[in-house]
């Protein structure tokens, strides 16, 4: 299992993540690992992964695919993101059907956040990304204030009430870490190495 947190606000987006995650080994028994699923793309945009162990190695892929077309904004990451993470998940799946029996724990979710100088009014976006059982494999969809993998409605309607507000982002910062804590203490499934970043207009900043 994994935890994502984001959120969007006048002054940036703030991401957290757990790092636990469970994969099935070539005897068929159920293993846990530690992932990072935290992944900063460019000084103005950061994807989480959730799902699959496999979503740390191909956001890693499309980190080193930014870096090579040289993507900055949020927008043009994510143009280039859908298709480039639909192609690595289905290599990913040719993989797994020559050992071992699909399992809804290779499914993988994202969350792109960052910031776009091409649009002063709505200068913070946020898509999530998941995988379908039909081609193409990978669907997205523009993501409004907030949205949590898997979802936590009451947080959501929290953070979305703090944003309407116009709180500050550090106050927002404090709420998303506050709740992935309390999860970690209270659900084995959720577990260390806990991540958080933020991008602002100035930049991307892991904390």
């Not at 793309?41 to 979503?55: E, K, Q, T, W, Y």
């Not at 898997?150 to 500050?168: C, D, N, T």
Request: proline share 4%; hydrophobic share 40%; net charge negative.
């Amino acid at each position: 299992m994994s935890q994502l947190i984001a959120c969007k606000s006048r002054d940036g987006v703030v991401f957290g993540a757990d790092g636990k995650a469970v994969d099935v080994d070539a005897n068929g028994n159920l293993i846990e690992l530690r992932v990072d699923r935290l992944h900063q793309l460019s000084d103005h945009a950061c994807i989480l992964n959730g799902g699959s162990v496999a979503g740390e190695s191909m956001c890693q892929a499309l980190k080193h695919f930014v870096d090579q077309e040289n993507l900055r904004n949020v927008d043009d990451i994510y143009s280039a993101a859908l298709p480039f993470l639909a192609t690595e998940y289905e290599r990913f799946m040719r993989r797994k059907c020559e050992i071992q029996p699909i399992d809804p724990i290779h499914q993988v979710t994202f969350i792109l956040g960052g910031y776009t100088e091409f649009d002063p009014e709505k200068p913070f976006r946020m898509y999530l990304l998941w995988t379908k059982r039909k081609l193409p494999l990978l669907d997205s969809d523009e993501v409004g204030i907030c949205f949590s993998v898997p979802r936590i409605i009451k947080l959501e309607h929290s953070l979305h009430q703090l944003v309407k507000q116009g709180a500050e982002l550090d106050r927002i910062i404090s709420v998303v870490r506050h709740e992935l804590e309390r999860l970690a203490e209270m659900n084995e499934e959720i577990s260390d190495p806990l991540s958080y970043a933020y991008i602002s207009q100035e930049g991307f900043k892991r904390l």
